[in-house]
């Protein structure tokens, strides 16, 4: 499964993302989890196949503008990743985790 | 009640303001001018090799001056020029906001831009273009007509304005008339405003944005940015990026004007270029958090504390501190809120006052703002030893401020984790 996180450069979201693969892999699921910013996810999208995208809290603000350009993207579940859940501790990791196994299995 | 407020400071607040930096025209400005930072950032450090910090009479600092001219060379081409760049990725970046072509937008975004200079002819030349508008005192300039250009590429486009083709004209040819339209437009407006009518659009607009310029460099100028951003992140926004859509145009004319003196070899003129917030504010991030984050690793009791410290240490000494400010968290948290917003208003102070009366030299250089605090400050102040004294001095003042909240913090994680068991 392939999540994208999503922030203002790309920088803080790489820490969290490589804390939620170990925490993937530590409950049995594969994941691969990268990080860009706000101005470069749009071109990765397009050279590759996500499952997951997830918007950043400190831009939430963009959140309206960053789904639509994903509208063209049918199977992309695009969501926020929530206040609370974004720090690369393993207990906040986990919470994030459940979050998203939530958002796919729903 | 705290809690109660700061809700409402995030739904009535920041996120309406937030929202509306995201308003296409702001959008594409703060994109186009992002978009030029490497090219500043690069640029500028030709200043350094042209004037290397070490004494007068060392080998280098004679190579340096002998080749001085000739050293410049690739900072006169970039961050001399940075409006015409900023002009391209306003252009780019507006266009396709209008699901339009980015390259047409950017391409005409320029030609309405050059055509606010006028060339001249000169002897053994040939035509020659003035660069000094080309730079940072061209930009509010820049920003402008590329906005100009591409609503008027749109009006043509997304309007019913049409030039009406007889019948028997096949439709293909009729398009490419229609595509020419937008550029007909832009040069024959900008023909009549430039050279027609003369408008001195670099004087006027000049004289109309001075006293917001000038305001940004002031003590309270600098104060206003620094407060809305702490505000900002601590509901959460990134705050430096929707400020900075506002400012950062502003931020570039007084970088510009500085790197330009130091060309010049003249004493630099402004205090407070975005560098500025950078190295001696925003040391370890917004919110001076560098103080935080060495409480938290190495003075903490409770294992959360010590545990998060030590985890966000690394990334601090380059300037991210998210898994801080989410991690803690910050966010909404009434105790740690406090020496969040006040620490940075100190530092912005105490390192206005040191750079007015010249203790440390003042910045014109674009460092890579993940650089640790004091050698960006270093290379910030084009090598000035001082700064490093003064970002540790304001790192030891972080860590004064933030102390007893870190203290109340630290004890209530203690608190819980003594519950838990």
């Known amino acids: ?25 530590e409950n049995g699921v594969a994941m691969t ?10 071109r990765q999208l397009e050279t590759e196949q996500y499952d997951v995208l997830l918007v950043a809290p400190q831009i939430r603000h963009r959140f309206d503008a960053i789904k639509e350009e994903c509208a063209k993207f049918e199977d992309l579940i695009v969501d926020k990743i929530p206040p609370n859940m974004y720090a690369p501790m393993d207990p906040i990791v986990k919470k994030l985790f459940d979050y998203i196994m939530a958002k796919i299995n729903a | 009640m705290m809690e109660r407020l700061m809700l409402w400071l995030d739904e009535k607040f920041s996120t309406p303001m937030a929202k509306l930096s995201e308003q296409r025209h702001l959008r594409a400005v703060r994109d186009g001018i992002v978009g030029t930072l490497p090219i500043i950032t690069v640029g500028s450090f030709f200043l350094i ?16 001056k002998a080749h001085g001219a000739t050293i410049l060379l690739p900072y006169r081409l970039t961050m001399y020029m940075m409006s015409l760049y900023a002009a391209w990725g306003i252009g780019h970046s507006l266009a396709k906001s209008y699901d339009l072509d980015g390259v047409s937008g950017a391409q005409l975004a320029v030609v309405a831009f050059l055509m606010t200079m006028v ?33 008027i590429m749109r009006f043509v486009y997304k309007s019913n304005f049409k030039i009406s083709m007889p019948e028997q004209v096949p439709p293909s040819v009729a398009r490419s008339f229609k595509a020419l ?14 050279f027609v009518f003369g408008f001195d659009w670099h004087g006027v607009v000049t004289k109309i944005m001075a006293p917001l310029v000038t305001t940004s460099d002031t003590l309270f100028g600098v ?8 505000v900002f992140w601590s509901a959460g926004i990134h ?52 103080g935080l984050v060495l409480l938290m690793a190495f003075a903490s009791k409770s294992v959360y504390s010590r545990s998060l410290g030590r985890m966000a240490l690394a990334p601090g000494l ?17 105790i740690l809120i406090i020496p969040f917003i006040l620490t940075p208003i100190v530092l912005a102070i105490i390192s206005y006052i040191a750079m007015a009366f010249h203790l440390v030299a003042r910045p014109f250089i674009m460092a890579p703002w993940t650089l640790p605090g004091p050698i960006g400050a270093f290379v910030a102040t084009g090598g000035d030893w001082r700064a490093i004294v003064l970002s540790v001095v304001c790192i030891l003042i972080a860590m004064i401020i933030y102390y007893p909240f870190f203290k109340i913090y630290d004890n209530k994680q203690l608190a819980l984790e003594k519950e838990d068991h």
Request: aromatic letters at 10%; hydrophobic letters at 55%; charged letters at 10%.
């Open chain 2, 49 to 64: 090799i042209a004037f290397p910090p070490v004494p007068a009479d060392t080998a280098l600092a004679l190579w340096a």
């Open chain 2, 318 to 334: 380059f300037n991210i501190n998210e898994p801080l400010i989410f991690g803690a968290p910050i966010v909404l948290n009434p």
């Open chain 1, 33 to 42: 989890v990268n990080a860009f910013g706000a101005s470069g996810y749009l």
């Open chain 2, 239 to 290: 705050g430096a990026s929707v400020v900075g859509s506002l400012a950062r145009p502003i931020w570039t004319v007084l970088l510009d004007a500085n790197a330009k003196a130091v060309a010049d070899g003249l004493p630099l003129p402004h205090i407070a270029p975005e560098p500025f917030y950078q190295w001696f504010i925003w040391i370890g991030g917004a919110g001076s958090t560098i």
């Open chain 2, 181 to 194: 339209t937008p550029t007909a437009i832009v040069v024959v407006l900008m023909t009549f405003i430039t």
């Open chain 2, 119 to 151: 060339p001249r002819a000169v002897d053994g030349l040939g035509w020659a273009l003035p660069m000094a508008n080309l730079g940072g005192s061209g930009m509010f300039v820049a920003i402008m007509t590329s906005i100009l250009a591409v609503e």
């Open chain 1, 1 to 25: 499964m392939k999540i994208m996180f999503v922030c203002a450069g790309g920088m803080s979201t790489t820490i969290t993302a490589k804390k939620l693969e170990e925490i993937s892999k």
């Open chain 2, 223 to 230: 104060l206003v940015p620094v407060g809305l951003i702490t």
